[in-house]
């Protein structure tokens, strides 16, 4: 009887950084009873406000409710348009639909998948009145550029995997008007699930603040530092709870601290990658000449000669190598069908001639080459057979 080969590991996609700190800082809030949003909250919005050069930090459930809260007070609501990339996560659209609006989609730059100035200029009607550029996979949109075309138009930067990521030598998320956030575990820092929202005006943060927990005058963690002081909180506006807990910020604290050593490991995978694989005719994702990302995702766009991405990412699996598809367009998804548009060919493109390889933190340099040969063999045996 022939024994059946020994199958290797299988190398996932992704892998968060997470260790006894993090457990050890969860713990200590389970232990001091206040696991709701609270202090833990306010020191991580503090803390993360402060590494993006923000004035101010305003914790959510999500990178999503943080983009529908920013737009809210914006203002969106039905008819108004607001121009976003269809090469995105669908949340960037859909969150325009939550405020009622209407997505209007542009096109993106080949090399960055970010959105191409040209295409903003050329979808922005009377009706237009906001526009969120997305800083893909971690990779700096250069917002100057989409600023010079947008004129007084308020730009949302949509920087849900841009955390650790630069351009023009400062963080992502510096100087925004409004920047949105996510912690996902698919992110390079997280808190499991979470959000956050960064801006410089303190007026806007009170608001935002109040948005995110039911409109109430007075937060509920300022109620319980108030002591024996009796405080009646009111209800100003019609509001939401997309409120963060401080389970999840002590997690948060401790990844904030970990931040600038996961992008330099990354930054070095990466580097290897770019090494490895000029010989496959595919082109690795780079990044800008005025920028730094932190390689959230590591994409690679295909040769034309290739099997279609479902084909390829199928053969690596077979091998026991995770891939993704590249980034959505949500123009072809279902719940946009019929949604006009103008053409996206460079959109359209990329979503369906690119994917994404793994990339975590304690990859080794032997998963890395196992990753280039499993793609090498999927893009000239698509049967996986040899």
Known sequence: MTASPTRLPTIPVMRPLLGEEEAEAVAEVVRSGWVAQGPKVAEFEREFAASVGAGHGI?????????????????????????????????TANTVRHCGGTPVFADVERDSGNLDPASVAAVITPRTRAVVVVHQGGMPCDVSAIAAVCGDLPIVEDAACAAGSQAHGRPVGSGALLAAWSFHPRKVLTTGEGGMITTDDPEWAVRLRRLREHGMSVSAADRHAAGDKVIIESYVEQAYNFRLTDLQAAMGLVQLRRLPGMVDRRRELAARYASLLPDLGVRPVADPPFGRSNFQSYWVELPDSAPPVPDVLQTMARAGVSGRRGIMAAHLEPAYAGHPHVPLPVTEHLTTRSLILPLYHDMTESDQRRVVDTLAAAITDPSGAS
């Open 59 to 91: 914790a959510t459930t999500s990178c999503t409710t943080a983009l529908h809260l920013s737009l809210l007070l914006l203002g969106i609501g039905p008819g108004d348009e607001v121009v976003v990339p269809s090469f995105s996560f669908i949340a």
